[in-house]
């Protein structure tokens, strides 16, 4: 009998990383691939991004809305509450062999719990990483104790995992995702990008996503003017933003960005989404990566694109020596901006290949093959819900 593997996505860049793994599984006749979409890429407000994987020519079995329409810690609690109920129902109704999760989203918890309630296994990707400024580290390790299969991007993430209790023989360094689509994505070529923009890009710019900072008592929008301030003083660049995620505080600082693009519709361009096509095009050509996004973490340094890195919010992940860490300070800001203009730092910035080797196999693959592996049955693999807590040499 065909396997039912159902793959989550809510937002926008979970969906760009999964792209490949769904295009993958979907080549595998032993599977029917469920791909459910729902918080973010159902709102209007946040570019009903849904819209992309359709035009991916990706099937989507299931639209499941959940997104609170209030901005702040209450509405993400409706969200996950709508989130537990809705696909609570969904897979009481849509019986799944496995759920596919990527990342640290606190709707995608309580999508997580739901499936654990219908006793799902759950096969979690990106797990192990510490991002110290915001909920995510808590929801990123929740997550892992309800999975039942592991892939990290890298070995010290893997190593994290196993610390949390879970059997290596479970736990799986396959690499980041985000890298496969540096290595083998289709890009733009420059004045493609432009024209899809319909925007000039200058003669340099930066890329720019700033999200909200969810363990702080400022909701990132005072962060936010600090990036402003120093973008006004930077003006030799041109900027193209995407807008905040859907996290306590993301509205109040898209209204903000929305504000100032108006007033420097010259030398800024914001929307909403870029696809990972546009988005890793748009990489590719900048002077840098600002902001506070994990893909000036991970993919910036594995494409030889430099990075200032705002805040506490990716505080804790491994970082390459192509970042510049610095407070939301618009002086900070500044100064970790021109010494990116230094030969000295230029020359001293290597490609990073911390998120996988150019030897190994692409993420997706080796995922693929694991999956299949444990819901086939191969090798003496086998789902067994009743876990035991492996206990680490101390």
Known sequence: ???????????????????????????????????VVTGMHLDKAFGE????????????AAKIPILSKQDGAVGMSETMSNALLSFGHFFAENRQDLLVVLGDRYETMAVCIAAMNE???????????????AIDDAIRHSISKMSFLHFTSTEVYRKRVIQLGEHPDRVFNVGALGVENIRYGKRLSRSELEEDLQFSLGEKYCLVTFHPVTLEEDDGVSQLQELLKAMDEMTEYRYLITKANADAGGRKINARLEKYAQAHNDRVCLKD??????????MQYCSMVV???????????????PTVNIGNRQKGRIQSASIINCEPCAEEVVAAMRRIQTEEFQIGMEQDLLFGEPERIPPSRAITNHITEYLLGENGAEIDLKKKFYDIAL
């Open 1 to 35: 009998m065909m396997k039912n593997v159902c793959v989550l996505t809510a937002t926008r860049a979970e969906y760009g990383l999964l792209k490949n793994l769904i295009l993958r599984l979907q080549k595998e006749s032993e599977f029917r691939v469920n791909v």
């Open 49 to 60: 991004t849904y819209r992309e994987i359709e035009e991916d020519g990706v099937s989507i």
């Open 119 to 133: 006793q799902i296994p759950i096969a979690h990707i990106h797990g192990g990483e510490v991002t110290e400024g």
């Open 273 to 282: 989404s870029l696809g990972m096509v546009r988005y890793l095009s748009a």
């Open 291 to 305: 902001g506070n996004s994990s893909s000036g973490i991970q993919e910036a340094p594995a494409m030889g694109v």
